[in-house]
């Protein structure tokens, strides 16, 4: 309701099937704005998943540098603004090692519109 008042929305983005999730939100009894990017680029853009052929390289881009990665899925929040004409900008990305530092406030502060994509 907080977030509400100040024309601001929670989103959580999820790879499962949309119908995976609505299932399970449903036999928790969630309200919160829940999404699928299944099939879609958007973990990749924002580098929170990665292919096998990526890991097997034994290191990945996470967290502003190439470093050891254990999995498949890594962690992020990101914001995006929604402008007045229906343009959606990311604006900010922060990752769990960045969330306790001062500096995260800063990190990736851009304006770039977010294109949604497709893999093939």
């Known amino acids: 309701m907080h977030l509400a008042a100040r024309d601001v929305r929670l989103t959580v983005v999820s790879r499962a099937p949309l119908a995976q999730i609505e ?4 036999r928790m009894g969630w309200r919160f704005h829940w999404v699928s990017s299944n099939s879609t680029d958007f973990n990749y853009d924002y ?10 390289k034994g290191e990945v881009y996470y967290n502003y540098s190439t470093q050891k990665f254990p999995s498949e899925e890594r962690p992020g929040t990101s914001v995006f603004y929604k402008d007045a004409t229906g343009n959606i900008f990311h604006t900010y990305s922060v990752t769990p090692a960045a969330w306790t530092s001062s500096s995260a406030l800063t990190t990736g502060s851009t304006l770039r519109p977010k294109v949604a994509t497709k893999r093939v």
């Open 23 to 26: 299932a399970f939100k449903k």
């Open 47 to 56: 580098q929170v998943s990665m292919t096998k052929e990526e890991l097997q």
